[in-house]
Structure formats: C-alpha cells, structure tokens
C-alpha cells in the first residue's frame, strides 16, 4: 500500500503554479516514489516556496539541525527543491512540479521515469493540467515586428540577456524525456537558458553551464533557424527561456490540443498576411508550431487568429515578405506580472489555492 505521505505530497504540489492534478490511474503518486523518498517527502510538506536555512528548518520542526542539512542538500541534489547559495551558507525552499522538480531531472532522467511522466502527461496534465495562465509566455522571435510597433523590452528576445549577471545554458527537459521514450525530435537540445539565481542552480547541480550574452544571442539565431518558439518564464523579470518545439514540449503540446491555443497563453501578437504578396509557398505552414496556417483555395496563406500564438516563426523566413506580426489591439493585449512572485500569487488566487503549505493553513 502506498504511504499516505505521497497522497499528501500530491495535494501539496498541487497547490503550487499550475498544479499537479490527481489521475484515475493514479501515475502522478509512481512519480513522487521514484522522485523522492519517505523522509524527504516529510520534509517537503514542511517547507515553504520562502527561503530558509537549514537551522531555521531544523528549529521550526523540531529536529537536529545537521541532519536537516544533510537531508536538504540531499533533496537539492535530487532535483526536488530549490537553493541558493550565498558564501557556504545555502538557502532552500519548496519547488513546484512544473516549473521545478520535472525541469530539474534533465541531467538525471532515466527511461522509467520519463514514461511516468507520458502517461500522466496524456492522462492529466496535457489535458486538465493547465487551466489557467501557463508559467511560459511566447514572444516574437528575434527580427519578426515590424518597427512601426513599439516593443516592450519583456517581449524583446535579445533584450531580456541585457544586464544579467548571470546566463546559463541547459538541455530543453522536454526533448530529453520524448527522447528517452523514442518520441523526441531531431531539434537541438542545448537551448534552456537561466538567468541569475536560477542559473547558479543550474550550474551548481551540473545541469548547465555559463555562457556570455554574445554566445546567448548565437544559440537564439539559431533557434531561429531551426524553427524554435522563444517562451520565457511568465513574469517580465523573468528567470529563465525556453525555446520550445511542438513535438516535445509540455506546454505547447498541452495548449495545441486546445481549440483555441491564443486563449491558453500570454502573446500580444499575431501574425497576418499581405496576400498579393504570398505565393504560396507553404514556407509558413511547416514552421507553424499551433497548425494556425493553411494554405486556401485561392493559393495564399490564411491565419486562424485562435491558434495564432505570436511566435513570428512563420515572418523570418517568408521569402515574399508577406508574412508580417502585428500588435493586438490595445484591449486585447496583456501585460506579464511584474515577477515570479507575482505570477505564483495571481495564480494561486485564480487556482483557489494557497502558497502556504498545507500542513501550516490545517494547524490553524
């Protein structure tokens, strides 16, 4: 019989972004038993998303501080929590399931458990798993607005590497569990980048490696080329961009079975076509990740605005210039929450449910 403490585990994560739904199946509670064990999972439902040392864990629960130590450099090294770590005095907190401990088993995945994470992706978490705002916005890539829009530097690709202290590039999780699974695509893998904090984790658990801004800036021309849709973290100070695929990743899989994928993600553009300029070519419906293009029986382009994610992919290789993106009107437009934070609070209060853990909200 499965310990109860793994069913709490699964209402905890469940609290946290977008979620971590129960199945019929019940595959989401295999995951939690190959990811972490008994005590490590007692020890999450203690912890919060705020970051705390581990002598201020070990007091507030009751236990031996250099146990409790061990045990969270344990987790952090398992992918199951997140640290920071200033000096030799390190830091940690609660992750979610998504963005968090899934991201964290790239370097680490094994078959098993990338067909764990499949089958409750195809049972629940590509259906019902994300119902509110997904924690990756898309923005245009890079040279597809025209200069007659004003482009905020939060959906600016080349801008959001300007100032960061830190880059780091990783492998795309998402083509490292299709690929284990011989579902994946031949796209390239390094292409995950984090910034800050968040790419010290990376770095720190061997998941990624720094790079410079003109290095950054080469790895997004050629995501570019190889048709990748450029998704940041949600938030304007985001934290870390993916450069995502529609054969592998979770998020675009997830909103592409949707009728309409323009309502299921923050993008504040969409692409039209100059008709007496298209020829035809179908360039653009090959590169289109939402299959939002088709070409009509009058030989040109046509754009279903509800699948439209504002990508750009289809403008940067139009050889007629036809393609062109163009800004929502201003009530259609959305703008991202100023940080993290803010997103896992919004969303928190839009989901019903709370970042202060469970077993914190009960006791009172």
Not at 24 to 45: C, D, N, R, T, W
Not at 63 to 88: H, P, Q
Not at 271 to 290: I, N
């Amino acid at each position: 019989m499965t310990a109860k403490v793994y069913h709490d585990l699964r209402e905890q994560l469940d609290q946290y972004s977008v979620g971590f739904p129960a199945s019929e199946s019940g595959v989401e509670i295999k995951i939690l038993e190959k990811l972490f064990s008994e005590e490590e999972a007692e020890l999450f439902l203690r912890l919060s998303m705020m970051l705390e040392g581990p002598e201020a864990v070990a007091q507030r629960i009751g236990r031996d501080a250099t146990e409790v130590a061990t045990l969270l450099e344990r987790m952090f090294e398992k992918g199951l929590i997140f640290r920071i770590k200033k000096g030799d005095a390190p830091k940690y907190g609660a992750a979610p399931f998504v963005v968090g401990s899934f991201e964290y088993q790239a370097k680490d995945m094994d078959k098993e458990f990338a067909e764990l994470f499949d089958q409750y992706f195809l049972e629940v978490f590509g259906t019902k798993g994300i119902g509110h705002t997904p924690p990756l916005r898309t923005i245009p890539v890079s040279q597809s607005i025209s200069h007659l829009w004003p482009v905020a530097p939060y959906e600016d690709v080349r801008k959001l590497f300007e100032g960061r202290d830190k880059i780091a590039v990783a492998n795309c999780v998402c083509r490292v569990q299709q690929g284990l699974i011989d579902k994946g695509c031949d796209k390239p893998r390094e292409v995950c980048f984090q910034f800050g904090s968040h790419a010290q984790y990376y770095v720190d658990k061997g998941m990624a490696r720094f790079i410079t801004k003109e290095e950054a800036l080469s790895i997004i021309d050629k995501c570019d080329e190889e048709g990748l849709v450029p998704q940041p973290f949600v938030s304007q100070d985001a934290g870390g961009m993916c450069n995502c695929c529609g054969d592998c990743c979770g998020i675009l899989r997830s909103i592409k079975m949707h009728p309409k994928p323009a309502e299921k993600v923050l993008t504040n553009y969409y692409m039209d076509v100059d008709k007496d300029a298209c020829s035809g070519c179908e360039t653009c419906v090959d590169r289109c990740q939402m299959e939002a293009i088709k070409i009509g029986d009058d030989a040109v382009a046509h754009v279903d605005r509800d699948r439209c994610i504002g990508c750009g992919l289809c403008v940067t290789t139009c050889p007629s210039d036809a393609a062109k993106l163009v800004a929502k009107p201003e009530s259609e437009r959305q703008t991202p929450p100023p940080t993290a934070r803010d997103y896992m609070m919004q969303l928190a209060a839009a989901r019903g449910t709370s970042l202060i853990p469970l077993a914190v909200t009960r006791k009172s």
